[in-house]
């Protein structure tokens, strides 16, 4: 799993089609009542073990604001 606290923009050098996967997320309350944005990704039909939690991304308040800030200016 990782704790991501802060996003930083960057460019691809080439953008490869990637496959559709299943994702879930939850909101988790800490002992000091920030919340933080979990999600999961799962594998594809086509991997050793399909279904199976794959990646696990928690975003801090602080990543979440800046989500919303990109979100809201380029969508």
Avoid at 8 to 30: A, S
Avoid at 38 to 45: E, F, H, K, M, V
Avoid at 48 to 56: A, D, F, N, R, V
Wanted: hydrophobic share 30%.
């Amino acid at each position: 799993m990782a704790l991501v606290k802060k996003l930083k923009e960057t460019t691809l050098d080439r953008d490869v089609p990637h496959r559709e996967v299943e994702c879930t997320y939850c909101v988790i309350h800490d002992d000091n009542g920030l919340k933080y944005l979990q999600l999961d990704t799962y594998g594809s039909a086509e991997r050793q073990m399909p279904g199976k939690k794959s990646q696990s991304l928690r975003l801090s308040p602080q990543a979440i604001k800046q989500l919303r800030e990109i979100l809201s200016n380029r969508f």
